[in-house]
């Protein structure tokens, strides 16, 4: 199971049915919809009356998933992209009553971000239900100048805010939803040795 | 027993010197004896080593519980010129409002118990004086209220008291780190890892979770009772005494590493010592924590013999790992080398202090 030796790592443990919640909305990415697909089963036409998926085909290869979310048969709300859909999760959630489930599924950065919207709303993370699924690219906040590049799959790899090199450096923070991006060549400046693919 | 050792330690004057620039700062002969030397014996041993935070030895770091020294002023100018220019050094989350004033009470008590000649605590019910005679500082203020004082509770107090400070929430069987000034660290940053519990705090430091450190260290603090404070000692080494070594100016500080010779190694390369004390905070059941850092170049440090000789001894059963984690693997050896010199092999006194 990946992650389990970087201890500031959430842990996902996958998608499971809440049977008596009052609610559940669903917010997924990319591959994520798989993770709801495959517990479809699951998915008693109770549970699908109390339910709100929004879905985003982003992040890696979620093309085409759509229809069969739709088929369902729940409420379903498809986003352009990741900030709309982190929006639209947000008025939800503000509409939101006790008794409420979420349930995020996709990349670790799409989890992280959704959780941090969860996290406004005063939402325990440890009550909140994840998967992983698709690519392992990271989400990662330079420590230099604070900005979160999306979607690093290498290491090294090039700030998208400071154009610092950056190592990856396996510490994750909740509270930003990111690993820590620390500068490679701070000593020997353009020392920065070849990218590797560690994140794909 | 004490030869040699000056009285009680009483700063009456402050150094004029820098953390950065020119790099100014030095030791003067009475506070290299005031420095917490942190190896008892000739070998590295990873270890939690924690123990009663109490009085210790006149003269040494560990005589008042919250040590005030000759670096003060120039501390507290430095960490001013941090905070201008990053903010973020400085966090709160909004729950620990309460272990704020809690610290706040307590670094006020503390300093003003052991140098009543610079620091003076007033109350009167919640109406409090503080006069910080170093800082030309004469404030009154209510407790509990924090509109009072020109800065949040943690935020006023830590700019005048040495050391990066860290507060913990106790909850849910762990401890988080919720709130803090820091800048003067080892390389982590407060920004990032306000927030986390425990675990997740030291996740990157190498070998002691698998050694289950963190584990019992955990277990033993969540036990830490009121009044009974208890403290350990931290080192690595810093390149010219720059108290600044955080990650966000890693790129400013790093080239310095490179800059180690045969030649300046005396100069250049600094023991720093963190004097880490964990306090129980009475009305929020929170935690303090104060890393103080203390820094000696090799020069300063020789002329204690007996740390002249130990020092090298110590440098050379680092295990790889530990060192590179502490960022020594360039200098290391030229260091090691040069120290040598002051070792004549003879045998040291057990124990941390001068002989």
């Keep these: 199971m990946q992650g389990a030796t970087i201890r500031s790592r959430p842990v996902y443990p996958g998608l499971a049915i809440a049977p008596f919640a009052r609610r559940h909305i669903f917010?997924?990415?990319?591959?994520?919809?798989g993770a709801l697909l495959d517990i479809?089963?699951?998915?008693?036409?109770?549970?699908?009356?109390?339910?709100?998926?929004?879905?985003?085909?982003?992040?890696?290869?979620?093309?085409?998933?759509?229809?069969?979310?739709?088929?369902?048969?729940?409420?379903?709300?498809?986003?352009?992209?990741?900030?709309?859909?982190?929006?639209?999760?947000?008025v939800e959630l503000s509409r939101s009553h006790m008794g409420t489930r979420l349930y995020l599924a996709g990349t670790e950065g799409f989890i992280g971000q959704a959780m941090q919207v969860a996290a406004a709303h005063g939402i325990d993370p440890v009550s909140v239900i994840t998967e992983h699924r698709g690519s392992l690219a990271r989400r990662v906040q330079c420590v230099h100048c604070k900005g979160v590049t999306e979607g690093v799959t290498t290491s090294p790899f090039l700030c998208s805010h400071c154009g610092l090199s950056?190592?990856?450096?396996?510490?994750?923070?909740?509270?930003?939803?990111?690993?820590?991006?620390?500068?490679?060549?701070a000593e020997e400046p353009g020392a920065v040795p070849p990218p590797e693919e560690l994140y794909l | 027993m004490d030869t040699g050792y000056s009285a009680?330690?009483?700063?009456?004057?402050?150094?004029?010197?820098?953390?950065?620039?020119?790099?100014?700062?030095a030791n003067s002969p009475e506070n290299i004896r005031h420095f917490p030397f942190p190896f008892h014996e000739d070998a590295y041993r990873y270890s939690v080593n924690i123990e009663p935070h109490v009085p210790g030895r006149p003269g040494s770091a560990f005589e008042h519980l919250i040590d005030v020294d000759e670096h003060y002023l120039a501390e507290m100018a430095d960490r001013a010129q941090v905070l201008a220019e990053d903010p973020l050094r400085y966090q709160a989350l909004p729950h620990m409002?309460?272990?704020?004033?809690?610290?706040?009470?307590?670094?006020?008590?503390?300093?003003?118990?052991?140098?009543?000649?610079?620091?003076?605590?007033?109350?009167?019910?919640?109406?409090?004086?503080?006069?910080?005679?170093?800082?030309?500082?004469?404030?009154?203020?209510?407790?509990?209220?924090?509109?009072?004082?020109?800065?949040?509770?943690?935020?006023?107090?830590?700019?005048q008291t040495q050391g990066d400070i860290a507060l913990m929430d106790q909850r849910d069987g762990n401890l988080w780190l919720d709130a803090g000034m820091i800048t003067a660290q080892a390389d982590w940053s407060l920004d990032?890892?306000?927030?986390?519990?425990?675990?997740e705090w030291h996740a990157p430091v190498p070998l002691a979770p698998q050694m289950g450190v963190f584990d019992r260290a955990l277990k033993y603090l969540l036990n830490l009772q009121l009044g009974k404070p208890v403290r350990r000692l931290n080192w690595t080494m810093t390149i010219n005494p720059r108290l600044d070594t955080s990650p966000e100016n890693y790129p400013k500080w790093g080239p310095d590493r490179t800059t180690v010779t045969p030649e300046n190694v005396g100069q250049k390369v600094h023991l720093r010592v963190e004097l880490q004390s964990l306090w129980r905070l009475p009305r929020s059941n929170g935690m303090l924590f104060v890393i103080r850092s203390y820094m000696m170049r090799m020069d300063e440090v020789v002329t204690v013999p007996k740390w002249g000789r130990r020092l090298p001894r110590v440098l050379e059963t680092l295990p790889e790992e530990l060192a590179s984690y502490k960022g020594l693997s360039r200098y290391r050896q030229t260091t090691i080398d040069w120290l040598k010199r002051h070792d004549d092999g003879a045998p040291t006194s057990p124990g941390i202090f001068p002989d």
């Design chain 1, 166 to 185: 950056l190592f990856v450096r396996d510490h994750y923070s909740r509270r930003l939803g990111a690993f820590q991006g620390v500068n490679i060549d």
């Design chain 1, 40 to 90: 479809a089963g699951d998915l008693t036409p109770e549970v699908l009356g109390r339910s709100q998926i929004l879905y985003v085909a982003r992040g890696s290869l979620g093309v085409g998933h759509h229809g069969a979310l739709q088929n369902l048969g729940a409420a379903f709300w498809a986003a352009p992209t990741v900030p709309p859909l982190l929006g639209r999760l947000d």
């Design chain 1, 27 to 33: 917010a997924l990415e990319g591959e994520g919809a």
């Design chain 2, 97 to 159: 409002m309460l272990a704020q004033w809690d610290t706040l009470e307590l670094l006020m008590e503390e300093q003003a118990r052991a140098y009543p000649h610079l620091f003076t605590l007033e109350r009167n019910g919640d109406q409090w004086r503080w006069i910080n005679r170093p800082l030309g500082i004469d404030d009154t203020f209510t407790f509990g209220d924090p509109s009072t004082l020109p800065r949040e509770p943690l935020d006023y107090i830590c700019r």
């Design chain 2, 192 to 199: 990032f890892d306000v927030g986390m519990n425990f675990h």
């Design chain 2, 8 to 25: 009680t330690h009483r700063p009456e004057t402050f150094r004029d010197e820098t953390f950065r620039g020119e790099f100014s700062y």
